[in-house]
């Protein structure tokens, strides 16, 4: 239930490790600086295993949120890996009319997500190896994803995502995160 | 980040939490991790390790071992914090005690959390709710900006009364979700804080044991002069937590002055002067339940909401002048006192036995383990006690929400 | 309550003689010194002082050597116990006997 209709409720599909929590954090912090009144981003609950699927809920409104269960019907699904299509239900509940954004080297019509929800693709994870955003080798996405969030709904703008980039991350860190996140955003199709 | 100016931003409840702590000054920091309450442990010490926080922060190896670090800190008049969850509160209950019964101003942070068995590490309230009688001031927090507002005002609280306190928010509902957070400035926080005056200094020069055998009688010391036996200490302690009706709402009072933000004090309402059903309950469900009492208004129920924001002291005289005349009282309680009831619920049915125009009061038990609770559910709930009482019920067992036995 | 003379809201005591009472007539057995077996008096030195360490009552001052007040010493026997020198002897406050009493009793 949403207690005004200008909610956007957003639901997040990642595995420990990935980067979610981060994400989820640093779209909270972009909203709120891109004039959402109400920020609510709830990382997983509970001990998260790395590999093992998670979920988070992120819900945007113009006026404070009041509610803090998780999101089950969301507006925005974001997908961290597309092997979670599958396993972790990405498409399960989706509001009429949603949009599922996934990271993946596929396109939509390979993915073949059920329903009427409007599939938006893009290799965040190459993205963030082009800026050179690596963790022991391995390309994290969590701020490139923030990319891909801002072209296909625009619940939040670049510059409060670069903002919220530079925020959380020191020095060249935070540079190569903002370039990964304007890469990603130039690479999303499907964009409205 | 600077203190000298007022900033909003989003943080997670546990980073509140820390955030008031810093601004309050604390002197010395001691505290064990546990899961949900990890985050404040984490970002005090990076503070610490920065020098960006001038205190002392002493790693122990036990939750027993922390709050007697606060204890022995606060004796000899540092202004000391500590926070904890769940087994981690359950592992320091002696201490808990010492530290009330030793009327230290301490105010430790609960992310409230299940109680093992079996191990979960989610939110219900069962971890706070077990140490209620243990003579501290209970505070619960229905968002982040809450939570960072009453912990500097239970340092204004606990020192003033020489009680502790303990500021109680809902683990991973609120402590792991970030959120919109005004952080007040540091002269805010100065103007509003002054520096602990504390009770007793151990002095070296001129000793003292500090609660010494007291047995049941007063007795008369070295010098003859006669001292309190236990009962009158006892009941000297509970004259500070039925003093605290006042505090508290004073001290909210005076930093709405200074903020603009104000909480309440003993209780907080929403949609209540023609409530006909209200619901009950303390945390952040209560905020989930301002939105449940909307949805039943749609629907042509006159419903409101009565938030319980100090739990100890229970608001006796409030809660009696607030639910006069109203039809029913829905309790919802994220604990459980085994073999009786939800905790809130039976309190609250005490307060009211004997009132002449007490409500009906039933109970709900919701959230344990960490249970999504949701608004349907929560309205849900509602709709059930409400034909209850149509059909007559006066007094009924609790109703488990979302359960499937 | 506010009427007692001690007004702390707290329970505190000082360590100081007296505070659990005049605890000396709690005593049946009594602590008797042999200076010359004393450490600290063999040695002309303040050494040693385990019985001032231990007395639990902090009845025993330091010295050479250390002298025990009998107003609060409760006759528990820790410096008998602990003393090397074996220099503290714990005898009974009252010599029994069978019908044992004094002359002159009879009423």
Request: proline letters at 5%.
């Amino acid at each position: 239930m949403t207690d005004s209709t200008s909610m956007v409720e957003i639901r997040w599909h990642g595995r420990g490790g990935q980067g979610a929590v981060t994400s989820a954090k640093l779209l909270a912090e972009a909203a709120f600086l891109s004039g959402w009144k109400g920020v609510t981003s709830a990382p997983s609950f509970g001990a998260e295993r790395r590999g093992a699927p998670i979920t988070a809920s992120t819900r945007l409104d113009s006026e404070p949120i009041r509610i803090y269960s998780q999101v089950t019907s969301p507006d925005i699904a974001i997908v961290l890996d597309d092997s979670l299509l599958e396993v972790g239900g990405a498409a399960t509940g989706l509001k009429p009319g949603a949009t599922v954004i996934v990271n993946t080297t596929r396109s939509a019509a390979e993915l073949g997500v059920a329903g009427d929800a409007r599939v938006v693709t893009a290799d965040v994870t190459g993205a963030a190896q082009a800026a050179g955003v690596l963790v022991g080798g391995n390309a994290i996405v969590s701020a490139a994803i923030l990319g891909s969030i801002a072209k296909a709904t625009g619940v939040v703008t670049m510059e409060s995502v670069e903002s919220a980039i530079t925020h959380m991350f020191n020095g060249s860190a935070a540079a190569k995160n903002v370039e990964a996140a304007r890469i990603a955003y130039e690479c999303t199709e499907g964009a409205r | 980040m600077s203190d000298t100016a007022i900033k909003r931003t989003v943080m997670a409840g546990n980073e509140a939490a820390a955030t008031a702590a810093k601004l309050a000054r604390v002197q010395v920091i001691a505290a064990y991790p546990i899961t949900p309450q990890t985050s404040v442990v984490e970002q005090l010490s990076a503070w610490v390790e920065s020098g960006e926080l001038p205190a002392e922060f002493v790693t122990v190896e036990s939750e027993h071992s922390a709050l007697t670090v606060c204890i022995t800190a606060s004796t000899v008049g540092a202004r000391v914090f500590t926070a904890t969850s769940a087994n981690g509160l359950a592992y320091m209950t002696e201490q808990v005690w010492w530290a009330a019964g030793a009327r230290l101003p301490i105010v430790m942070c609960i992310a409230n959390r299940a109680m093992a068995a079996p191990w979960n590490v989610l939110n219900d309230q069962q971890d706070s709710m077990s140490v209620r009688d243990a003579g501290w001031i209970q505070l619960y927090c229905r968002d982040n900006q809450e939570i960072l507002d009453t912990t500097i005002q239970a340092y204004r609280i606990a020192e003033q009364l020489h009680v502790p306190v303990m500021v109680c928010y809902d683990g991973f509902l609120l402590s792991h979700t970030v959120m919109p957070v005004e952080v007040p400035s540091a002269e805010q926080v100065d103007a509003y804080l002054p520096p602990y005056e504390p009770l007793t200094v151990v002095d070296p020069d001129d000793p003292r044991n500090i609660g010494p055998v007291t047995l049941a009688d007063p007795r008369a010391n070295a010098d003859g002069v006669s001292c309190h036996g236990y009962m009158e200490v006892r009941a000297l302690h509970q004259q500070a937590l039925l003093g605290a009706l006042e505090t508290i709402p004073a001290a909210d009072a005076e930093w709405s002055e200074l903020t603009g933000r104000e909480w309440g004090g003993l209780t907080w309402e929403h949609l209540l002067d023609d409530a006909e059903v209200v619901l009950v309950a303390a945390g952040s469900v209560g905020m989930q339940l301002t939105v449940a009492a909307e949805a039943l208004r749609e629907q042509g129920v006159k419903a409101g909401v009565l938030g319980i924001r100090s739990y100890r002291p229970f608001p006796v005289d409030a809660l009696r002048g607030k639910l006069a005349g109203r039809k029913l009282a829905l309790v919802f309680d994220k604990a459980l006192s085994y073999g009786n009831e939800g905790p809130i619920c039976g309190d609250l049915k005490a307060a009211l036995y004997g009132q002449p125009e007490a409500p009906v009061v039933f109970g709900a038990v919701c959230g344990l383990g960490g249970r999504d609770v949701t608004v349907e559910q929560l309205n849900d709930a509602a709709n059930r006690a409400i034909a209850d009482l149509a059909d007559g019920v006066t007094d009924r067992a609790a109703d488990w929400l979302n359960l499937h036995l | 309550m506010g009427t007692r003379e001690c007004g702390s809201p707290i329970s505190m005591s000082k360590p100081s003689a007296g505070e659990a009472g005049r605890t000396g007539d709690w005593r049946a057995n009594r602590p008797v010194m042999t200076a010359q077996a004393c450490l600290a008096v063999k040695k002309g030195e303040v050494v040693c002082q385990l019985c001032w360490a231990y007395c639990p009552d902090a009845c025993i001052s330091r010295g050479v050597g250390p002298v025990i007040d009998m107003e609060y010493c409760k006759g528990c026997g820790i410096c008998s116990e602990v003393c090397p020198a074996n220099a503290i002897e714990m005898v009974p406050e009252a010599a029994h006997g069978v019908c044992n009493v004094g002359e002159g009793s009879e009423r």
